[in-house]
């Protein structure tokens, strides 16, 4: 069985799925399986890995059993996966009756995603299996003959091809380099006949004129490597940091355009780790490969003059050289794994930091300082364990390589000393010959320091452009969103809408739901918590589709519409809408180049914030804080709304956007949007009263479903849902 590893901290059902198709003959790509089964940022449910079985192709059976049980399934039933620790899943390629010699009692075979193979015995099993120490769920899968029937994605190979094509722009500066490389090797070639000729010539024939002269030969050469180095080294630093910024470039470029589901099944930490994974690319591509590029040609021009001394020498130095590079191969392996393990504690890392930075006033507020600050530690601790695995894999790696690298100078050493007491060679070929196996046993290790940078090389960028393999938001195929008043009962429409997060089995948040959203009327949305509120005007934001149903605007089907140009037509203020740390006037105008001054103050008006900017003394080019820290939650809110109100859109949609407001605030700015909403297709959830009475018409949400629709008026004399809403919220009385 091949082993997956998991990208994410939610990808171990889809990795663990994957594993076993594999197993059975199908290669499956991640991102194909992770859509199947359903993640969430919660993570993924043994029913949506059941269900992504069945879709491509499985024969499926869960069962809670008893480590007896388990230990009596028939050999062909494996492998099977784990729910493990209560929040994992791992496969169980099978269990061995009697343990061998070397894995004495390790009789379960553990495929876990994100840790490798491992062999566990009964106790640690069943204390990582069984839920209630007793009995743990398995889900068992047999292909079905349309699982080898069908196709399906296929993962990406990613080849040397892929990184090359980030040096193409650099071609003329890659020119001079390898020029400067070619003629810096050959001047190290002359160095062995210097000091041959010295020894020889010079110091033999007590020459003191003959020794000055290959002694300041010497030393403008060495000046020549030195200033070609210089200039390598900057026409380096150039390329290398273009490079490096392509890369997160088109990173950050491609995350953005992908849909918001996207980011719903990811951490924080697991974008902080990609991006910070673009420092071992850059370091490979700018520095290794030159390098190593550099010792090759160092390495051919010394095999070529070491070849003119002894053919012998070089048959004995490349034998001892490729079994010193193969012991430090074999560990290339074992480090790949501790690599995967280290990513994903960086990444956890970066999540707990992120959070104790983010979260302190509750923290404090809570006392959860302790807590949050020993779990941290608890991460530093495995970081610890996976560092000192490294270093001992390491040390033994290096060790072994310099000991065959000792050998290999001392036979050399020992056979050119019996040449030279045989008379075949003088003093100065001798020490030519130790010059030359000393420049060559540099290369030789950078050789083996280029296979790590490219096997680390390889795993970032596997991981950086595994969002290579999403589809995007976008479509050419989809039109964009236009504003006519010639279309007859237009407004928005929602036919028999439901969504659910997280696939068929799972609840509905809207179940349903027919409504009409006339064009340039204001509609209020409400309901009581978790009734579907902000998940509706998510969908009317197309930031995620209905599963079943239609919504359409202007009878256009939102499916065929551009996401980007519905949001272009929208204002939207969300219940969590993010203050940017930049100035005031770029929180509000946002994506403007070109900032409209008067659009900019009318907004800040109507949103009532303009006697606040105009109190400070930078104004408008007053830097907010990251998050909008510094600003109490009304001002927030007030550049929220100022924001949605300088696009001067068609669609205004406000999520409780005057929650955080004080009642005279609130008056003001009710009265002002009333006066902006003129015109206007307006859709409005909220609670208070004063802000829903005054809307065209009241739509009232309950588990996902729509119970009523009507003005203010005829929904209170209806005494019905709303009415109860009203007189318990909202204070209205019988």
């Given amino acids: ?26 290669k499956l790509a991640l991102n194909y399986l992770r859509e199947e089964c359903h993640i969430s940022k919660e ?11 069945q879709k491509i192709g499985f024969e499926t059976f869960s069962a809670s059993l008893s480590i007896d049980e388990l230990k009596k399934i028939d050999k062909s039933d494996f492998p099977c996966i784990l729910h493990w620790n209560s929040n994992h899943f791992v496969v169980l390629r099978g269990y061995r009756k009697k343990g061998g010699f ?102 033999s024939n007590k020459d003191v004129g003959y020794i000055k002269f290959i002694l300041f030969s010497q030393l403008s050469l060495y000046s020549g490597i030195i200033i070609m180095e210089i200039f390598r080294n900057w026409i380096m630093l150039i390329v290398g940091t273009k490079i490096s910024i392509e890369i997160i470039s088109e990173f950050l470029n491609k995350i953005l355009v992908l849909p918001l589901k996207f980011f719903d099944t990811k951490l924080m930490g697991d974008f902080q780790q990609r991006i910070q994974d673009n420092n071992r690319i850059e370091h490979f591509l700018t520095s290794q490969s030159i390098i190593t590029f550099f010792s090759l040609i160092t390495l051919s021009v010394f095999f070529v003059v070491l070849a003119y001394y002894n053919h012998i020498i070089v048959i004995l130095y490349t034998s001892l050289s490729i079994l010193s590079i193969l012991w430090s191969l074999y560990f290339l392996k074992k480090r790949k794994i501790l690599d995967y393990h280290k990513f994903v504690e960086n990444g956890n890392n970066q999540e707990s ?35 000192r695995r490294i270093l001992k894999l390491d040390q033994i790696q290096v060790s072994g390589f310099t000991f065959v690298n000792h050998i290999k100078n001392i036979c050399v050493s020992y056979y050119t000393a019996i040449l030279v007491v045989e008379g075949s060679m003088t003093i100065g070929v001798l020490l030519s010959v130790s010059y030359i196996i000393g420049m060559m046993n540099s290369p030789v290790n950078q050789l083996v320091i280029f296979f790590q940078s490219l096997q680390d090389a390889k795993l970032s960028l596997a991981r950086l452009n595994e969002v290579q393999d999403h589809s995007p938001e976008e479509s050419p195929t989809y039109s964009k969103l236009v504003i006519s008043d010639r279309v007859a009962n237009s407004g928005i429409k929602l036919n028999n809408v439901s969504f659910q997060y997280e696939g068929p089995r799972s609840p509905f948040v809207l179940k349903d739901i027919n409504m009409f959203i006339p064009k340039g009327k204001v509609t209020a949305i409400v309901g009581a918590s978790g009734s579907g509120k902000t998940t509706l005007m ?62 900019l103050v009318n907004a800040a008006r109507i949103a009532n914030i303009e006697e606040y900017i105009e109190s400070l003394p930078l104004k408008y080019n007053t ?5 909008g820290s510094g600003l109490s939650g009304g001002q927030r809110q007030r550049i929220l709304i100022a924001r949605a109100v300088y696009k001067n859109p068609h669609y205004i949609l406000f999520d409780e956007a005057t929650s955080a407001l004080d009642a005279e605030n609130e008056r003001i700015i009710h009265d002002n949007l009333f006066s902006f909403f003129k015109g206007k297709t307006v859709i409005i959830i909220a609670h208070r009263l004063s802000t829903v009475k005054n809307a065209d018409q009241v739509v009232v949400l309950k588990n996902g479903g729509l119970m009523e629709n009507g003005t203010h008026n005829q929904l209170v004399e209806k005494k019905g849902e709303y009415f109860n809403l009203v007189k318990n919220q909202l204070e209205l009385g019988n």
């Fill in 43 to 53: 993570g993924v449910s043994l029913l949506g890995i059941d269900m992504a079985a």
């Fill in 538 to 599: 998510k969908l009317l934001l197309r930031f995620y589709n209905p599963v079943n149903g239609e919504i359409s605007f202007d009878n256009k089907n939102i499916l065929n519409l551009s996401p980007k140009s519905i949001r272009e037509n929208c204002g939207v203020v969300m219940q969590d809408g993010f203050i940017f740390s930049d100035t005031i006037e770029r929180n509000i105008s946002t994506g403007d180049i070109k900032i409209d001054v008067k659009r």
């Fill in 623 to 627: 830097k907010i804080g990251a998050a």
């Fill in 353 to 387: 930091i992120y959070e104790i930075l983010n979260g302190v006033t509750e923290m404090k507020l809570n006392n959860f300082e302790e807590y949050k600050c020993n779990k941290w530690k608890e991460i530093q601790n495995k970081l610890f364990k996976i560092n």
């Fill in 102 to 203: 070397f894995v004495k009692n390790k009789n379960y075979s553990i495929a876990d995603p994100s840790h490798g193979f491992i062999n566990l015995d009964d106790e640690k099993f069943k204390k990582s299996w069984s839920e209630d120490n007793n009995t743990g769920i398995a889900l068992f899968l047999k292909p079905k003959k349309t699982f080898h029937e069908s196709s399906f994605q296929e993962p990406k190979k990613l080849s040397l091809r892929y990184l090359i094509k980030y040096f193409k722009p650099f071609k003329k500066e890659l020119g001079y380099v390898f020029i400067l490389m070619l003629l810096g090797s050959l001047i190290t070639m002359i160095f062995p006949f210097l000091t041959q000729y010295l020894i020889d010539k010079g110091i």
């Fill in 1 to 26: 069985m091949k082993l997956i590893r998991q990208y994410d901290a939610m990808d171990c059902g889809p990795s663990c799925l994957g594993m076993i198709s594999n197993h059975y003959g199908k």
